[in-house]
Protein backbone atom coordinates (compact mmCIF):
# COMPACT_ATOMS: atom_id res chain seq x y z
CA UNK A 1 0.00 0.00 0.00
CA UNK A 2 2.90 2.47 0.38
CA UNK A 3 3.50 1.96 -3.06
CA UNK A 4 0.47 2.74 -3.86
CA UNK A 5 0.49 5.56 -1.63
CA UNK A 6 3.35 7.11 -3.48
CA UNK A 7 1.67 6.54 -7.04
CA UNK A 8 -0.96 8.57 -5.39
CA UNK A 9 1.17 11.40 -4.52
CA UNK A 10 2.93 11.59 -7.79
CA UNK A 11 -0.67 11.79 -9.51
CA UNK A 12 -1.04 14.59 -7.08
CA UNK A 13 1.84 16.44 -7.97
CA UNK A 14 0.42 16.73 -11.77
CA UNK A 15 -2.72 18.41 -10.71
CA UNK A 16 -4.88 14.49 -10.81
CA UNK A 17 -6.92 13.37 -7.58
CA UNK A 18 -4.24 11.51 -5.78
CA UNK A 19 -4.97 7.97 -6.24
CA UNK A 20 -2.54 5.32 -6.91
CA UNK A 21 -2.79 1.07 -7.63
CA UNK A 22 -0.14 -1.49 -7.95
CA UNK A 23 -0.78 -5.05 -9.09
CA UNK A 24 0.61 -7.63 -6.70
CA UNK A 25 1.07 -11.22 -8.17
CA UNK A 26 2.89 -13.92 -6.65
CA UNK A 27 4.35 -11.79 -4.35
CA UNK A 28 5.68 -9.69 -7.12
CA UNK A 29 4.99 -5.81 -7.85
CA UNK A 30 4.26 -6.33 -11.50
CA UNK A 31 2.41 -2.39 -11.88
CA UNK A 32 1.60 0.25 -10.61
CA UNK A 33 -0.24 3.79 -12.02
CA UNK A 34 -1.62 6.54 -10.52
CA UNK A 35 -4.49 8.45 -11.55
CA UNK A 36 -4.24 10.29 -15.06
CA UNK A 37 -7.62 11.26 -16.82
CA UNK A 38 -6.88 14.55 -16.95
CA UNK A 39 -3.18 14.24 -18.50
CA UNK A 40 -4.76 11.33 -21.12
CA UNK A 41 -7.73 13.27 -21.55
CA UNK A 42 -9.46 10.07 -20.60
CA UNK A 43 -12.11 9.90 -18.26
CA UNK A 44 -11.16 5.59 -18.13
CA UNK A 45 -7.95 6.54 -16.93
CA UNK A 46 -8.13 5.77 -13.09
CA UNK A 47 -4.67 4.63 -11.50
CA UNK A 48 -7.33 0.98 -10.93
CA UNK A 49 -7.63 0.98 -14.64
CA UNK A 50 -4.13 1.80 -15.61
CA UNK A 51 -2.05 -0.97 -13.71
CA UNK A 52 -4.54 -3.70 -14.50
CA UNK A 53 -3.58 -2.46 -18.48
CA UNK A 54 -0.34 -2.38 -17.95
CA UNK A 55 -0.40 -5.87 -15.58
CA UNK A 56 -2.00 -7.69 -18.54
CA UNK A 57 0.34 -6.33 -21.34
CA UNK A 58 3.21 -7.24 -19.39
CA UNK A 59 1.64 -10.87 -18.06
CA UNK A 60 0.05 -11.30 -22.04
CA UNK A 61 -3.03 -12.18 -20.69
CA UNK A 62 -6.26 -9.96 -19.30
CA UNK A 63 -6.92 -12.76 -16.66
CA UNK A 64 -4.98 -11.44 -14.15
CA UNK A 65 -5.58 -13.21 -11.01
CA UNK A 66 -3.38 -11.97 -7.97
CA UNK A 67 -4.33 -8.44 -5.88
CA UNK A 68 -4.81 -5.19 -6.98
CA UNK A 69 -3.82 -2.44 -3.84
CA UNK A 70 -5.56 0.79 -4.21
CA UNK A 71 -5.68 4.06 -1.89
CA UNK A 72 -9.57 4.50 -2.10
CA UNK A 73 -12.59 2.53 -2.99
CA UNK A 74 -12.72 2.15 -6.66
CA UNK A 75 -15.69 3.50 -8.29
CA UNK A 76 -18.17 0.99 -10.57
CA UNK A 77 -16.17 1.31 -13.90
CA UNK A 78 -13.09 -0.11 -11.69
CA UNK A 79 -15.47 -2.79 -10.09
CA UNK A 80 -16.17 -3.71 -13.62
CA UNK A 81 -12.82 -3.85 -14.94
CA UNK A 82 -11.88 -5.78 -11.57
CA UNK A 83 -14.59 -8.49 -12.12
CA UNK A 84 -13.52 -8.55 -16.07
CA UNK A 85 -9.64 -9.56 -14.93
CA UNK A 86 -10.66 -11.77 -12.67
CA UNK A 87 -9.07 -10.29 -9.72
CA UNK A 88 -8.75 -12.77 -6.50
CA UNK A 89 -7.86 -10.02 -3.93
CA UNK A 90 -8.99 -5.94 -3.58
CA UNK A 91 -7.11 -4.58 -1.16
CA UNK A 92 -8.06 -0.51 -0.50
CA UNK A 93 -6.83 2.27 1.93
CA UNK A 94 -10.06 5.00 2.22
CA UNK A 95 -13.72 4.16 1.97
CA UNK A 96 -15.51 6.02 -0.51
CA UNK A 97 -18.95 7.17 0.97
CA UNK A 98 -19.87 8.78 -2.27
CA UNK A 99 -19.13 6.45 -4.95
CA UNK A 100 -17.32 3.07 -3.46
CA UNK A 101 -18.32 -0.29 -5.30
CA UNK A 102 -16.60 -2.81 -2.92
CA UNK A 103 -19.00 -2.10 -0.21
CA UNK A 104 -19.70 1.48 0.86
CA UNK A 105 -22.50 2.09 -1.77
CA UNK A 106 -22.46 -0.78 -4.14
CA UNK A 107 -20.85 -4.36 -3.29
CA UNK A 108 -20.36 -6.10 -7.02
CA UNK A 109 -17.12 -7.58 -5.45
CA UNK A 110 -20.12 -10.23 -4.19
CA UNK A 111 -22.53 -10.15 -6.04
CA UNK A 112 -24.57 -13.11 -6.51
CA UNK A 113 -25.66 -11.34 -10.34
CA UNK A 114 -22.25 -11.88 -11.66
CA UNK A 115 -19.82 -14.86 -12.50
CA UNK A 116 -16.71 -14.00 -10.89
CA UNK A 117 -16.49 -13.06 -6.81
CA UNK A 118 -13.13 -11.85 -4.93
CA UNK A 119 -11.87 -11.16 -1.59
CA UNK A 120 -12.00 -7.20 -0.86
CA UNK A 121 -10.33 -6.29 2.40
CA UNK A 122 -10.75 -2.68 3.12
CA UNK A 123 -8.97 0.04 5.46
CA UNK A 124 -5.40 -0.83 4.99
CA UNK A 125 -3.29 2.54 5.98
CA UNK A 126 -6.53 4.31 5.69
CA UNK A 127 -5.58 6.77 7.91
CA UNK A 128 -2.77 8.24 5.70
CA UNK A 129 -4.89 7.33 2.42
CA UNK A 130 -7.71 9.34 3.63
CA UNK A 131 -5.20 12.59 4.83
CA UNK A 132 -3.59 12.89 1.15
CA UNK A 133 -7.62 12.89 -0.13
CA UNK A 134 -8.62 15.35 2.66
CA UNK A 135 -5.74 17.59 1.91
CA UNK A 136 -5.77 17.70 -2.07
CA UNK A 137 -9.04 18.71 -1.96
CA UNK A 138 -8.90 21.37 0.72
CA UNK A 139 -6.08 22.74 -1.18
CA UNK A 140 -8.80 23.51 -3.99
CA UNK A 141 -11.95 24.98 -1.80
Known amino acids: MELALEQARESEISGEVPVGAVFV???EVISASGNQPIGLNDPTAHAEI??????AEIKGNYRLGG????TLEPCIMCMGALIHSRIEHLIFGAFDHRAGAAG?????????HLNHKFE???????????IILKDFFQERR
Open 67 to 70: SLYV
Open 50 to 55: LALRKA
Open 25 to 27: DNG
Open 104 to 112: SIYDFADSS
Open 120 to 130: VLGGMLEKKCQ
